[in-house]
């Protein structure tokens, strides 16, 4: 009773622990990316532990290729803001791609294709050919006005381990347990407590 206590608790909980992993990324191919200034942009496709996923990747020096397979840390905004040893140094590029890729989700794979060249240019200046929308997104980026934005909702980062071993890639938050699960979790912490008092109850 008391192991089931304790892997119902470890499965509501479940979220918090996977944020802290190490995955294995496996790069599939370019997915919804489009051609941009002689590279595809946009959302790639991975294998993360073997579950099929949509990236986007920060580093326009590293070139991978279909079938490339590395180790990669799971940062958080948290981990980040901490310290952790990502791939480029300093939060605040974090903070700006973070608000740029916020912008993916409802953009269409062209403008996203110029989305990615504003990332790429904020983690490395100069490194790719900016369009006039591109340099848009990369101004406001740039501005100042997003040096804090907390993108703790919109992405984490899977940064290579180690940092050569392959692409640095952002990804969606996973979606948290809806509210019905975490009430039939407590529920059933709840009926739990209550066969263990009946049990013990003096007759």
């Not at 608790?9 to 918090?16: N, R």
């Not at 991978?64 to 480029?88: P, Q, R």
């Not at 804090?148 to 692409?167: C, D, E, I, R, Y």
Request: glycine letters at 10%.
């Amino acid at each position: 009773m008391k192991k089931f206590f304790l892997i119902l608790l470890f499965w509501v909980a479940g979220i918090t622990l996977v944020e802290a992993a190490t995955v294995t990324i496996k790069f599939v191919g370019p997915g919804a990316s489009v051609p941009y200034h002689g590279v595809d942009a946009g959302y790639y496709e991975v294998k993360i532990d073997g579950t099929t996923g949509t990236v986007m990747c920060d580093d326009f020096s590293t070139v991978i290729h279909a079938g490339d397979t590395w180790t990669a840390n799971v940062f958080t905004y948290a981990d980040v803001m901490g310290g952790a040893a990502t791939k480029f140094s300093g939060a605040v590029k974090y903070a700006q791609a973070g608000w740029l890729y916020s912008q993916t989700a409802l953009a269409s794979p062209s403008d996203r294709a110029q989305i990615q060249g504003a990332i790429w240019n904020i983690m490395i200046p100069g490194s790719v050919v900016m369009d006039s929308l591109a340099q848009w997104y990369y101004n406001q980026a740039a501005s100042g006005s997003y040096d804090n934005f907390n993108w703790s909702n919109t992405m984490l980062v899977l940064s290579p381990n180690p940092h050569t071993a392959g692409q640095e890639f952002l990804t969606p938050v996973p979606v948290p347990l809806p509210a019905s699960a975490l009430l039939l979790g407590s529920g059933l912490l709840g009926i739990m407590g209550f066969i263990r008092n009946k049990k013990h109850k003096p007759k």
